[in-house]
């Protein structure tokens, strides 16, 4: 072999050596970051000892919210400090791109709402990571594609205001005990939707709840999230959640099966990511 050509062999094991490993180093920084974020919040909580929640922390709440806690089957249970929650689907940016596959896991905490969510991607085969942080009603959102390229760096007031939205949405269908919150507000609209304002702190956001006449949640509408896909430029659209795949059974809870994330823009709705739930375990003591 020429020598020119085992230099230029070399040379290109060497760069995706380097690419590898910055990526892996990366990925590792921001799962190192996760995980301590977790921590905080588990050592918070751990010494917290959950109340059973009953019919009478429901009875100030919409006739039609009660009828869906009693249908999820929350009351008798223990209320809800903290949760662990795995997700699989896909994500995209625009309406033309191909579908990533994903995975995800979060820990979400109410004495103090955060939500710490990590996620795993591939483009093209090339791997993306991501950490939402949601605390102290800060919100910020990295996002790095083969640990080079930062795809999203996003922070500020809309991201704030916006991640608001998708804690109380991550409430009303992943953790209905937290329902009973002192901190959310209830207008009834008729006997199968109702509108909420969630105040966490200085934010507050309102969403619009619909139900189905088995007292199933099957879509959320709120106009209080911002699109973003870099972190720099932000739109206010609508934005929905309507369940896919109905309601099953996981852990001794009815909870939905899946997910759909849509933006309603001008020229229609866009579909930017589709959540299948895996797992979710509620008032975790460690780290898993």
């Known amino acids: 072999m020429p020598l020119a050509m085992r230099k230029t062999i070399k040379k290109s094991i060497f760069i995706a050596v380097l690419v590898f490993s910055i990526s892996l180093s990366y990925s590792q920084t921001m799962k190192k970051t996760y995980e301590n974020e977790v921590k905080i919040g588990l050592n918070r909580t751990k010494l917290t000892k959950p109340e059973i929640l009953t019919e009478a922390d429901i009875q100030h709440l919409p006739e039609v919210v009660q009828k869906y806690l009693r249908y999820v089957g929350v009351i008798g249970k223990e209320k809800v400090i903290n949760f662990r929650l795995e997700f699989e689907g896909g994500i995209r940016s625009n309406p033309g791109d191909d579908w990533m596959k994903l995975s995800s896991v979060q820990y ?8 710490i969510f990590y996620i795993k991607a ?21 996002i790095k594609l083969a640990g080079l390229f930062t795809v999203a760096d996003a922070k500020g007031p809309e991201m704030n205001q916006g991640e608001t939205v998708t804690v109380f949405n991550d409430m009303c269908f992943m953790a209905p005990a937290t329902l009973i919150d002192k901190n959310i507000k209830w207008e009834p609209i008729d006997s199968l939707s109702v509108k909420a304002h969630f105040t966490n702190g200085s934010i507050t956001i309102s969403a619009t709840l619909f139900f189905n006449e088995t007292g199933e949640l099957i879509n959320f509408s709120s106009n209080d999230r911002y699109e973003t896909k870099d972190g720099k430029t932000y739109k206010n659209y609508p934005w929905i959640t309507p369940v896919v795949g109905g309601y099953v059974e996981v852990n001794g809870y009815r909870l939905p099966k899946g997910a759909k994330v849509i933006y309603i823009h001008p020229e229609g709705e866009f579909c930017y990511g589709e959540f299948f739930l895996k797992n979710v375990e509620y008032n975790c003591n460690t780290l898993k």
């Open 108 to 115: 979400n905490f109410f004495d103090k709402p955060t939500r």
């Open 122 to 142: 591939r483009k093209m085969g090339i791997p993306a990571v991501g950490i939402h942080l949601y605390k102290n009603e800060t919100a910020i959102m990295h």
